[in-house]
């Protein structure tokens, strides 16, 4: 039975108790959980669905393994929204948790406007636009953190984000392992937890968005072995402080006070590519279940028992690990409920027709934090009413192409747009970046650090075993 069988597989996630890592499954938009799964594109394999990007140049590292496919949904939200990231070592929530308290950190919130969801996610055009590394003053890393509030990130969109599509990145990044090893040499294999949103963002502009050549980066390639903030010891901080997060300092696009009475009057976006249809009478994750044929006849209730089966197939086979608590539902209530009257040769139906479940995993009560202060952030003041492009020194993301709403079923016929080309005016620097093969599983050797952080190593030397 297909539920047996998808339940055996989430069992397996339960099995890597030792390695608590973590992954992103839910977000919730002003405190509204919008389901888990909904809009988050998650790793499909519940056994490695939390385990850690390691290697820096990998395409895993854009938006997580399996985050360069798009999921049906997106997440619907106004500039200045708070914005909240659940992330989950048990990724079907069955127990509570965020990470191992050894995996200590920072953490970044990147974006990245995209024409649509089929946009590759990869290249230019990322910005961060929160971040938070260790805070000397309450002697906590970000992780330690959400650690403490259940494992639930809160950040504010900014308030000048331009209406249209955007992937929303969280990283949180695990140090334990940058340290020196028994051999004596100084080691770096800092572990990446990246995963993806997709969010449509109505915003008091349509754009586009200008980003400083500063505060723009490409994914993969922000960030590298040799960055001081991955070559930090976090066993012996002495000499090394402050912190330096990984990664371009944050830009936070911000409306003047004229906008922000306009952004007071933002509505959340209903009609947009990947909008959750108004007839979806259950989801689970970024499936919908829809309701079946009238019929007035046995093979009338039949075809339509057939008809909820079979979506319900899909549902379990598309649900990625955070659950099929939707799925279940859907198939006892609908597809059962639908099969039995057929049986009592209640021949006219559907029975209960139009009865909405919603999202179930939208009804946990859990409490929500309030947004983290996160480190040296600044407004970023935008002009929003002018399209004048006079500075030359920034990144044009495309505005928004019009959206139409698809369905998985149309997305075949959907008409093919074209991305605009990103206009790049400056060069970056280029920056040497390790080989595939010396990234890869083993621990790397990083760069060695200042003559602190040198010192400190040597301090360190054979106080460390392996991790
Ligand atoms: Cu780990």
Redo the contacts with the bound molecule.
Sequence with gaps: MRSTTVLAGLATVLAPLA???TVLTTVFVNDKNQGDGTGVRMPMDGNIANA?VINMNSDDMICGRDGLKKVNYAIPATAGSKMTFEFRTYVDGSRPGFI?ES?QGPISVYAKAVSDFDQSPGGSGWFKIWHDGYDESTKKWAVQKVIDTNGLLSISLPTGMPTGAYLLRTEVI?MQNVTTKADGNWYCEP?FYVNCAQVYVQGSSSGPLSIPTDKETSIPGHVHPSDKGLNFNMYDMKGLLPYQIPGPVPFRPTTSSSGSNAKAALTTPTNFSGAVPDNCLLKNANWCGFEVPDYTNEDGCWASADNCWAQSKKCFESAPPSGIKGCKIWEQEKCQALANSCDAKQFTGPPNKGKRWGDVTEQSSVQVPGVMKGADLVDDPVDTTSNEKANNNVVSIPAATATTFITTSSAASKPVTTVPSIAITTTTAAVAIPTETAAQNTLIRCGRGDKNQRRAMHINRHKRADF
């Design positions: 390695s608590a890592h850690p191992d995996h695990a572990q």
